[in-house]
């Protein structure tokens, strides 16, 4: 099990948490996420295989940008 935490801006509010937190456990081999807004952070623990652009990817695909 690895853990990554990425920088995510546009995250305003506990509905935003949700959303990224939803969109990342549709990913096989993410066990847990934890999103921040108020720190603009998510920390997610995944499976070795899972990639961190992978992650990233699905972030933005539902509109947040990663730094």
Known sequence: MKETIIKVEGMV???CENRV???L???SGVEEVFA???KGLVT???KEDVTEEEMKA???DIGFEVR
């Open 25 to 27: 456990k549709t990913i």
């Open 21 to 23: 937190k939803n969109a």
């Open 36 to 38: 921040d807004y108020t």
């Open 58 to 60: 699905k972030i933005e």
């Open 13 to 15: 509010c506990g509905g």
């Open 44 to 46: 997610i623990k995944a």
